[in-house]
């Protein structure tokens, strides 16, 4: 029997959330917001048809808070709650509590949830049901010292694992025995932090491991299917980067033994819902009906379930929707795979710089989409429009870019040809370092593993072009060109011609002159005007020639950037922004005040970012060693560690654990050198 669901709350934010109202709004049932204080103005407040507020900005604060996401259904009249992923996607109470208040959990039953939501009494149960997995420590004892025993027996690399959540988060690899304990830790704050759950399972590291999942549905009338596999082997830190189906140099023999497997593991839950199977796969020749284990299943819809849609022409969260509304699952048979599709997520992050997550407003967001004429394409997944802010509270992916034809080759290249012709600018992304991931003669030849990015990160970061004087050339036309000051005395620069009059000469073109910060060096920039799309620019007794080609209203100049294509919209004082195939370079002003500052670098430790201090291992008094990690922080779902710059004594420490500070706060001084 069906029950028609009229009103669907998103316990959600972001992407997901303005996924699941497009496809609410092709079904004709009205969709729900809700929002933290720092989402208040966010797209999936605008796209829905109505926004309940549910707290401050911090997610232990709002999103996860199911009291309050169960005041907003009753308040708003949903009848439905679409959890999304993340947040309370796979938490059993939360659906216990709405199931109690006669409202329809758009998700797997909460038994099937904790039989499925730790690890380690997951792999039990998958062993029980006969489903192959990864050998390793899944008990309760969670003594230090055993951990470590456990660790020695299954022999290095090995894996430490938080038994509760995923994403990536509390996991880390172990090369050596002398790591395990700082290892250990680490894990176990990054766990308590994410999931309330500090516990973990260690299992032996695959050399050579490929991540391929399955993606399985059930329903109410004991219906269990696959839509085939996704191979999600391109990670960073454990969190996947870009993700393909079907997975490369799948064969039937192999592809039918683990859909069989994710079949059975699903069946041995009574699973309803969208839900994925993951396996660990030996990567290091060809695949095998022997050589997968099960990792772990994710009790919710995955990030990466685009190209399962792209490949099967199915809405996943349709599905989702009628399955809770108690409708059968299309037959086995009837699910067919297309072509092929991957996705790679476009994060608000510096690959550069250690891939630290960049905050701030987005400007000039334009990616690209379009339909060709083999049927391919790409689809853009986002939760983020012109002018919206980058937050310190949440996950910083922007979007998901998903290539699609019907070959792997032909979405790779539409994939590639939609990061070159994007636009984004405010905040630092990746999408240079996955134009070059997928543009790597490896990947092309499907030669993946989980050890991919590692391997050739070197290969895959870009260059840095910053302190070029090409890119000093184009930041300085690019201020030129915008005329942002037009009376003398607005700003400490030569803004215009009038205001110095040694840039100018009678009969001769004007002149500005432009300064730039290079690592604390002076650069400056001489701009010449020759005609209404063309410069000349000195620096050092160099000269570089700029046109503009006015119908794509860019500033291109050939040099050993290529063609870099500089925008001045929503041009800011400092830095200035240079775009070009989805890298963005980021020029700096020469300010004095700034460079006094610098100066006094080598005896502070300045916060890179917003964030949380999450521990503080020294005070003051203590002596410490260049690179001694003083104080951790948390930031945007990311722990990282503050290193000494330099060997000193620590004269004060401005922050306890659980402050919270903001980007370039001085949070500990060591004492000068005398």
């Not at 009249?77 to 758009?106: C, M, Q, W």
């Not at 608000?348 to 391919?376: Q, R």
């Not at 998903?402 to 905040?427: C, D, F, M, P, W």
């Not at 490896?442 to 993946?448: G, L, Q, T, W």
Request: aromatic residues 6%; glycine residues 8%.
């Amino acid at each position: 029997m069906t029950k028609k669901i009229k009103k669907i709350l998103i316990a959600n934010r972001g992407e997901i959330a303005c996924r699941v109202m497009k496809t609410c709004r092709k079904m004709g049932i009205a969709s729900v917001a809700v929002y933290s204080d720092a989402d208040r103005k966010a797209l999936h407040v605008r796209m829905a048809d109505e926004a309940v507020h549910i707290g401050a900005s911090p997610a232990a604060e709002s999103y996860l808070v199911i009291d309050q996401i169960i005041a907003a259904c009753k308040s708003s009249g949903a009848d439905a709650v679409h959890p999304g992923y993340g947040f309370l996607s796979e938490n059993p109470e939360f659906a216990r509590r709405l199931k109690k208040e006669g409202i329809t959990f758009i998700g797997p039953s909460p038994s099937s949830m904790e039989a499925m939501g730790l690890k380690d009494a997951a792999k039990k149960l998958m062993q029980k049901a006969g489903v192959p997995v990864t050998p390793g420590y899944h008990r309760k004892d969670q003594n230090t010292k055993l951990l470590k025993t456990k660790a020695g027996e299954i022999g290095y690399p090995v894996l430490i694992k938080a038994i509760a959540g995923g994403g990536g988060k509390g996991m880390r690899k172990v090369d050596a025995e002398t790591d395990f304990y700082d290892a250990l830790a680490s894990c176990q704050r990054e766990a308590k932090s994410s999931f309330g759950d500090e516990r973990v399972l260690i299992e032996k590291y695959i050399l050579s491991p490929r991540h391929i999942e399955v993606q399985v549905f059930g329903d109410t009338h004991g219906n269990v299917v696959h839509m085939f596999e996704r191979d999600c082997s391109l990670q960073r830190r454990h969190q996947k980067v870009i993700e393909e189906a079907p997975a490369p140099g799948m064969t039937d023999a192999v592809r039918k033994a683990m859909t069989d497997a994710a079949i059975q593991a699903a069946k041995a839950v009574n699973y309803v819902g969208a839900g994925t199977v993951e396996f660990i796969v030996d990567g290091s020749g060809k695949l095998c009906k022997d050589g997968f284990w099960f990792m772990e299943m994710n009790t919710r819809l995955q990030v990466e379930h685009p190209v399962t849609e792209m490949i099967t022409g199915l809405d996943l969260v349709e599905l989702q929707i009628r399955v809770a509304q108690g409708e059968k699952l299309p037959k086995q048979n009837k699910i067919k795979l297309k072509g092929h599709a991957l996705e790679a997520r476009i994060y608000a992050e510096d690959p550069a710089n250690d891939f630290m997550p960049s905050i701030g407003t987005v400007h000039t967001f334009d990616l690209y989409g379009w339909h060709n004429k083999d049927g391919g394409g790409v689809r853009i997944d986002s939760g983020v429009e012109d002018k919206d802010q980058i937050s310190i509270f949440y996950d910083p992916m922007i979007a998901k870019l998903i290539g699609h034809g019907k070959t792997r080759k032909k979405a790779i290249i539409n994939a590639i040809e939609a990061i070159i012709h994007s636009g984004l600018q405010g905040v630092t992304t990746n999408m240079g370092f996955l134009k070059r991931a997928l543009e790597h003669k490896d990947f092309k030849a499907a030669k993946i593993s989980t050890g991919f990015i590692p391997k050739y990160l070197n290969a895959l970061i870009p260059k840095d072009l910053t302190n070029t004087p090409q890119a000093f050339a184009l930041a300085a036309v690019k201020l030129s060109d915008a005329n942002l000051f037009s009376h003398a005395g607005t700003s400490p620069y030569n803004m215009t011609p009038w205001d110095n009059s040694d840039g100018w000469k009678l009969n001769r073109p004007a002149s500005l002159v432009w300064k730039f910060n290079k690592g604390g060096e002076i650069i400056t920039a001489r701009v010449q005007k020759i005609s209404f799309t063309a410069w000349t620019v000195c620096i050092g007794g160099e000269y570089f020639h700029i046109e503009r080609h006015v119908p794509e209203h860019k500033i291109n100049i050939r040099d050993a950037l290529g063609f870099l294509n500089a925008w001045g919209d929503n041009l800011r004082l400092d830095p200035i922004e240079l775009y070009k195939d989805g890298e963005t370079l980021k020029i700096h002003l020469y300010q004095p005040e700034a460079a006094e500052i610098a100066d006094a670098g080598g005896n502070t430790l300045l916060a890179p970012m917003p964030g949380k201090i999450i521990a503080v291992n020294v005070k003051a008094g203590d002596s410490v060693t260049a690179g001694d990690k003083l104080i951790i922080m948390e930031a945007m779902k990311m722990e990282m560690s503050l290193e000494a710059p330099r060997d000193g004594v620590v004269a004060i420490v401005n922050y306890a654990e659980g402050a919270l500070v903001s980007d370039g706060e001085v949070l500990l001084e060591l004492e000068k050198d005398t």
